[in-house]
């Protein structure tokens, strides 16, 4: 499957298939600081991505104090 | 993983709420949010005119999208900061949506209506660009909603906004920012009330709105807020949130029912020391306001605060 993430962009790829959850968790990234999105849909954690997904990790923390 | 409503296929876990929702369910689970906030917080009527500053981000165009939605009269407003090829994508997303949607739009240029841009501007006034930048919006956020004759001015700020600006008063223990820190706060010599309707719902929340309402936002950060102090504030408390779901909103609902009311006093001193600024008519405790020396500063021109002639 191929990941892509942002801050910095980069694109990840894995072979086989996995949940949402463990992708995170590979990742080490906190699943209370991104979305997870599967064609143009959002996925819960316990949702598996095929391993020909193309798939979003989304930040959601933006840094604006004003 | 189930909808908590409809058993259907959720597409989104809300921890700290214990509860899964499909896209149809959490779109109505976040506008109950919203409208329980407005309630709560007596924060408008739908016989209110509203202006919600829009920065093409996810919480501002959702807060715009939601209020349409609830059936209030909103406009938006969006300033450019003159911040790069960050100002001018985030401007497309917020004139985007608006036509879209055939909302109304104001748009006020830094650059073009004051001379000076947030990254210069900071410098010539020696404050960080989140300080020059936030200063400038909140003036001309007053200035747009008297021109134009708007009773309320609606940010997007969210849970996770409130808790880090709560968490960082905190630990400086800045008694009259305490004071002020509210969802509401009330309309004073003509200078518009301003409330935050997103502050039951997080981060998280707002950009799943947007992705499950097919919203396009502005994705990039500001490279003006790289390594501030409200990320690392937002880092540590979401730290204390991975272990404990709910720790947020605790902190920050209960230091309004609970804490809030130790600080009054000093946000009563704050008040009664404020007067008009020579320059601007805007409030301010010194002659001069700060926005007002900032323009100064940076070598462009100041402009005076106009009212709309009343409605009738
Ligand atoms: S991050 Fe700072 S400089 Fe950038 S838009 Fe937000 S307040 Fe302004
Ligand atoms: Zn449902
Ligand atoms: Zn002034």
Redesign the pocket.
């Given at each position: 499957m191929i990941v892509e993430l942002r801050n910095p962009t980069r694109t990840v790829e894995f072979d086989e298939a996995m949940s949402v959850a463990k992708l995170l968790n590979r990742l080490k990234v906190d699943r209370g600081s991104v979305l997870v999105i599967c064609d143009g849909t959002l996925v819960p954690y316990d949702s598996k991505l095929a391993a020909d997904a193309v798939v979003e990790i989304r930040n959601v923390i933006s840094?604006?104090?004003? | 993983m189930k909808c908590r409503v409809c058993r259907g296929p959720a597409v989104i876990d809300l921890k700290r709420h214990n509860a899964n929702f499909c896209g149809e369910h959490f779109l109505r689970f976040c506008n109950s949010q919203v409208e329980k906030a407005i309630g709560e917080y007596d924060m408008f009527t739908k016989e209110d005119k509203l202006l919600v500053a829009v920065?093409g981000g996810k919480d501002s165009l959702a807060v715009w999208a939601i209020l349409i939605e609830l059936g209030y009269q909103a406009d938006g407003l969006y300033i450019g900061?003159g911040?790069g090829d960050?100002s001018d994508i985030s401007g497309q997303y917020a004139k985007d949506f608006a036509e879209a949607r055939d909302l109304n739009l104001h748009v006020v240029d830094l650059v073009e209506e004051y001379g000076y841009d947030?990254p210069n501007g900071s410098k010539a006034a020696k404050r960080v660009?989140?300080s020059?930048?936030?200063m400038s919006?909140r003036h001309i956020f007053d200035r747009v909603a008297l021109e134009h004759g708007y009773d309320v001015l609606v940010t997007g700020h969210n849970l996770d906004d409130e808790a880090a600006v709560l968490f960082g008063n905190v630990l400086h223990w800045q008694t009259d920012y305490l004071a002020r820190q509210h969802p509401v706060l009330p309309e004073r010599d003509g200078m518009p009330r301003k409330v935050k309707p997103l502050v039951r719902l997080d981060e998280r929340e707002m950009a799943a709105y947007c992705v499950v309402s097919g919203i396009d936002y502005m994705l990039d950060?500001?490279?003006?807020?790289a390594g501030?102090s409200h990320l690392r504030y937002k880092d540590a408390l979401n730290l204390v949130e991975q272990n404990s779901p709910g720790t947020k909103q605790a902190f920050f609902h209960k230091f309004l029912s609970q804490g809030a009311p130790f600080f009054a006093d000093a946000g009563e001193e704050a008040r009664a020391e404020l007067g008009t600024c020579a320059t601007c008519g805007g409030p301010t405790p010194n002659d001069v306001c700060a926005f007002c020396r900032l323009v100064e500063r940076a070598g462009g021109q100041p402009v005076k605060l106009t009212r709309a002639p009343a409605r009738s």
């Amino acid at each position: 499957m191929i990941v892509e993430l942002r801050n910095p962009t980069r694109t990840v790829e894995f072979d086989e298939a996995m949940s949402v959850a463990k992708l995170l968790n590979r990742l080490k990234v906190d699943r209370g600081s991104v979305l997870v999105i599967c064609d143009g849909t959002l996925v819960p954690y316990d949702s598996k991505l095929a391993a020909d997904a193309v798939v979003e990790i989304r930040n959601v923390i933006s840094g604006g104090a004003a | 993983m189930k909808c908590r409503v409809c058993r259907g296929p959720a597409v989104i876990d809300l921890k700290r709420h214990n509860a899964n929702f499909c896209g149809e369910h959490f779109l109505r689970f976040c506008n109950s949010q919203v409208e329980k906030a407005i309630g709560e917080y007596d924060m408008f009527t739908k016989e209110d005119k509203l202006l919600v500053a829009v920065s093409g981000g996810k919480d501002s165009l959702a807060v715009w999208a939601i209020l349409i939605e609830l059936g209030y009269q909103a406009d938006g407003l969006y300033i450019g900061l003159g911040i790069g090829d960050y100002s001018d994508i985030s401007g497309q997303y917020a004139k985007d949506f608006a036509e879209a949607r055939d909302l109304n739009l104001h748009v006020v240029d830094l650059v073009e209506e004051y001379g000076y841009d947030v990254p210069n501007g900071s410098k010539a006034a020696k404050r960080v660009p989140c300080s020059a930048c936030g200063m400038s919006k909140r003036h001309i956020f007053d200035r747009v909603a008297l021109e134009h004759g708007y009773d309320v001015l609606v940010t997007g700020h969210n849970l996770d906004d409130e808790a880090a600006v709560l968490f960082g008063n905190v630990l400086h223990w800045q008694t009259d920012y305490l004071a002020r820190q509210h969802p509401v706060l009330p309309e004073r010599d003509g200078m518009p009330r301003k409330v935050k309707p997103l502050v039951r719902l997080d981060e998280r929340e707002m950009a799943a709105y947007c992705v499950v309402s097919g919203i396009d936002y502005m994705l990039d950060e500001c490279p003006m807020s790289a390594g501030n102090s409200h990320l690392r504030y937002k880092d540590a408390l979401n730290l204390v949130e991975q272990n404990s779901p709910g720790t947020k909103q605790a902190f920050f609902h209960k230091f309004l029912s609970q804490g809030a009311p130790f600080f009054a006093d000093a946000g009563e001193e704050a008040r009664a020391e404020l007067g008009t600024c020579a320059t601007c008519g805007g409030p301010t405790p010194n002659d001069v306001c700060a926005f007002c020396r900032l323009v100064e500063r940076a070598g462009g021109q100041p402009v005076k605060l106009t009212r709309a002639p009343a409605r009738s």
